[in-house]
């Protein structure tokens, strides 16, 4: 198991430290990399012209300088091309603009990095996508606006993201069914990223993902909004991989997918303050697809209204899995007719055939729900399939009031589910109390009614 910090407060804790401490050690790198190099070490471009004040003057590139059109016609991805092939290799901060008023064009397009300073990409504009899917004929299909080792970026901005997906939406075979199944974009994509912060932009009709972080360090999301409609085919709002430290707050997220959703080797995650639906809610996993080694840990889900999403808050392993989902903490959380408030499901199946039973399994441990209140559209409010060979332990519940939308009484399904409760918790829980237990066991809720 990693190494847990001892309670969610501190957990919130230790991010600001590290963070702090993380900030102190990027500056003070900073700093020696341009004045001790230059002073120091003199390099052959140091003449007596450097002038360091000048150096780290912040640069500014509107992509309209540089051959944008921002009509919404013309192909503006040269344009943007060039401007980060500038703005990157710059030495001092620099900022890209787009403008308000303006909608550019761009197709699917890599920024790579690493650059040389920090960088700031101020969406003012709108930014759209090819809408035709043969625009990613022979590129990656996977990625439209791709970041790849980018450092020290800071995305912002009142302007807009939209991955005009109506069209690979119409293609996709969970809409119709004669088509074959292929990956849509992700509208877009940071991997390995350090030190990122990306605030008050909003997306909108992604061709699948909207938002992803793959084996990223350091991630601030605030203030964001992502939109498309509830029927629109795997359109997440954000998905979290293989990243450590990641702070998302104080968005808004409605899609036809989850809303956030947290897969393998992540840890150090904090949603705050966020509200979902529709959709299907907060997702930790799948993890452990076809006998993968996945875990997750540190997570906490602090503040978020969820309201008609399929699910609410889960966790999903499949059979046959390696690894362990432990600390994970939901608290605070308003549900409006949420169809599966609460679920854990060791079961997880994302295959067209059945998947068999193993007896591998990722490891559940340590979870806790408090102050989990609201509707649930179904009658059963909780979930909790766990595995037969590794049940799950240290489930605990507390200050739980979900009652059923449509007027009936709740209830809590357990399958090797050990844990505890305290405080008023309705549906009534049903966790198996010894090792040796191995029955299913349904209660129905205590008769309280009117909260
Ligand atoms: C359980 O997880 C919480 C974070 O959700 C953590 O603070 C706590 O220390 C963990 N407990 C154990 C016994 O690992
Ligand atoms: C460096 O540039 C600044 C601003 O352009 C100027 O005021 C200053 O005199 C320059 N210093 C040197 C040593 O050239
Ligand atoms: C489904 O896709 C097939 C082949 O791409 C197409 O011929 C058909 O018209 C589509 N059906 C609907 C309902 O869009
Ligand atoms: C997680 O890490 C393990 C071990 O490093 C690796 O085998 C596995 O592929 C990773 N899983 C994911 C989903 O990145
Ligand atoms: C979450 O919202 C509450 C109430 O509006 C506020 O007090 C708190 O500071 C917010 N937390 C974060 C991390 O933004
Ligand atoms: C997973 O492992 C089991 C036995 O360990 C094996 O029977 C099964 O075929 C494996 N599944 C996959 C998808 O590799
Ligand atoms: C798998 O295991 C579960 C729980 O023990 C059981 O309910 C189910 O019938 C099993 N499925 C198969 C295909 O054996």
Known sequence: MGKPSSSSASSCGSI??????YICICSFSNFTSVEGFDSLLRLPHSGPNTNLSLSKTKTVFYVNDYGAKGDGIHDDTKAFKDVWKLACSQPG????????????????????????????????????????????????????????????????GSGKIDGMGQ?????????????????????????????????KITMVNSQQTHLAFTQCVQVEVSNVIVQAPGSSPNTDGIHISSSTLVDIRESTIGTGDDCISIVGNSSVIQITNITC??????????????????????????????????????????????????????????????????VI???????????????????????????IKGTSATDEAIRFACSDRFPCEMLYLEDIQLISYNGGL??????????SFS??????????HGESYLGRKVLPGSVLQSI
Request: charge should be positive; aromatic fraction near 10%.
């Open 410 to 419: 709740t209830n809590c399904f357990c399958w090797e589910a050990q844990g």
């Open 167 to 199: 069209e690979w939406w119409a293609q996709s075979c969970k809409i119709n069914t004669t088509n074959a199944c292929r990956r849509a974009p992700t509208a877009m994509t940071f991997h390995k990223c350090k030190d990122l912060n990306v605030k």
């Open 423 to 432: 405080g008023l918790v309705f549906p009534h829980p049903c966790f198996s």
């Open 93 to 156: 901060k620099a900022k890209i603009v787009t403008q308000a008023a303006k909608t550019y064009l761009v197709r699917p397009i890599t920024f790579g990095g690493p650059c040389k300073a920090k960088l700031k990409f101020r969406m003012s504009g709108t930014i759209i996508a090819p809408n035709d899917p043969s625009a990613w004929d022979s590129l990656n299909a996977q990625r439209w606006l791709y970041f790849h080792k980018v450092d020290h970026l800071t995305v912002d």
């Open 277 to 342: 639906g529709p959709g299907h809610g907060i997702s930790i996993g799948s993890l452990g697809k076809s006998n993968s080694s996945a875990s997750v840990n540190d997570i906490s889900v602090d503040g978020a209204i969820l309201s008609n999403t399929e699910n609410g808050l889960r966790i999903k392993t499949c059979q046959g899995g390696f690894g362990f989902a432990t600390n994970i903490a939901f608290q605070n959380v308003w549900m409006e007719k949420v169809s599966n408030p609460i």
């Open 345 to 371: 499901d060791q079961y997880y199946c994302d295959s067209p055939v059945e998947c068999l039973n193993q007896t591998w399994a990722i490891k559940v441990q340590n979870i806790s729900f408090v102050g």
């Open 16 to 21: 600001i430290i590290l963070s702090v401490y």
